[in-house]
């Protein structure tokens, strides 16, 4: 993109449940971004990886963090209407300029992700320590790269169809559950110049964050989401007549 060595990740969680129940504190005593973030550093070492929070000031995600983020990856559930619309407007203007987005898990029903997907992102759930097995549909995408097929997660929070969203411009991963249901789990969009992966699994009630292969699939989906140019909004251009001669 600009000959930068490092891309450059900040990890947004809305860190609610684990600063408000025990049991998620101590499954993810760093946070869900810990987490995140770990998975990310442990496989791309060089990496520049920052976390931010709900709390923070501005949710952490002010213009200039933003200006100097290549990839923001997005995790949130019981707060989603506390994040403030002019930080969504903020980030669905980086994401249309070309920053990358990773949105995990329940952060289908973020605010940011409906405003650049245009649909409810509505889809049946349940809780039930349900098995998931996440099976490969495009072996050949970079996401998908030394991932097993399937992963197999064998407690996690069922994710089903309906899912309300576009069609993605490529699904690479679905999965299925003990219940039968099956659900689109890793699809990926362009919106703008920027590049979206969106990953199910992952749930504040099991330790799904702390799986070697679910961890490999977010830190791929997050190089596969840097930016490949520089990074601005599609323009409007007025070309006269004869411009090109």
Same mark, same amino acid.
């Given at each position: 993109?600009?000959?930068?060595?490092?891309?450059?990740?900040?990890?947004?969680?809305?860190?609610?449940?684990? !600063?408000?129940?025990?049991?998620?504190?101590?499954?993810y005593?760093?946070?869900? %971004?810990?987490?995140?973030?770990?998975?990310? !550093?442990?496989h791309?070492?060089?990496?520049?990886?920052?976390?931010? !929070?709900?709390?923070?000031?501005? %949710? $952490? /995600?002010?213009?200039?963090?933003?200006?100097?983020t290549?990839? /923001? !990856?997005?995790?949130? %559930?019981?707060? #989603?209407?506390?994040?403030?619309?002019?930080?969504?407007?903020? =980030?669905?203007?980086?994401?249309?300029? $070309?920053?990358?987005?990773?949105? /995990? %898990?329940?952060? #289908? /029903?973020?605010?940011?992700?409906?405003?650049?997907?245009?649909?409810?992102?509505?889809?049946?759930?349940?809780c039930?320590?349900?098995?998931?097995? =996440?099976?490969? =549909?495009?072996?050949? #995408?970079?996401?998908?790269?030394?991932?097993? #097929?399937?992963?197999?997660?064998?407690?996690?929070?069922?994710?089903?169809?309906?899912?309300?969203?576009?069609?993605?411009d490529?699904?690479v991963?679905?999965?299925?559950?003990?219940? $039968?249901?099956?659900?689109?789990?890793?699809?990926?969009?362009?919106?703008?110049?920027?590049?979206?992966?969106?990953?199910?699994? $992952?749930?504040?009630?099991?330790?799904?964050?702390?799986?070697?292969?679910?961890?490999?699939v977010?830190?791929?989906?997050v190089?596969?989401?840097?930016?490949?140019?520089?990074?601005?909004?599609?323009?409007?251009h007025?070309?006269?007549?004869?411009?090109?001669a």
């Open positions: 993109m600009t000959g930068r060595k490092s891309m450059r990740v900040t990890v947004w969680n809305e860190n609610v449940h684990e !600063t408000t129940e025990t049991e998620v504190a101590e499954r005593p760093d946070g869900i %971004h810990g987490a995140v973030a770990s998975a990310i !550093t442990d791309h070492p060089e990496a520049v990886v920052r976390t931010a !929070t709900l709390a923070d000031p501005e %949710h $952490g /995600l002010t213009e200039e963090v933003l200006a100097d290549d990839v /923001l !990856t997005w995790w949130g %559930h019981k707060a #989603h209407e506390e994040v403030d619309d002019a930080v969504v407007e903020r =980030v669905q203007r980086h994401v249309l300029s $070309g920053m990358g987005l990773v949105v /995990l %898990h329940s952060g #289908h /029903l973020s605010k940011v992700f409906r405003a650049l997907l245009g649909t409810t992102c509505n889809l049946d759930w349940r039930e320590r349900d098995r998931e097995l =996440v099976w490969t =549909v495009d072996p050949a #995408h970079p996401i998908a790269q030394g991932v097993p #097929h399937p992963v197999v997660i064998d407690q996690q929070e069922m994710y089903g169809e309906f899912f309300d969203i576009p069609a993605p490529e699904l991963f679905i999965s299925s559950f003990s219940g $039968g249901e099956v659900f689109r789990s890793g699809c990926t969009f362009r919106r703008g110049h920027g590049r979206i992966f969106y990953f199910s699994p $992952g749930d504040q009630a099991f330790p799904v964050y702390h799986h070697a292969d679910v961890r490999k977010i830190a791929n989906g190089q596969w989401a840097v930016p490949t140019r520089e990074r601005d909004l599609p323009a409007l007025n070309r006269p007549a004869g411009w090109f």
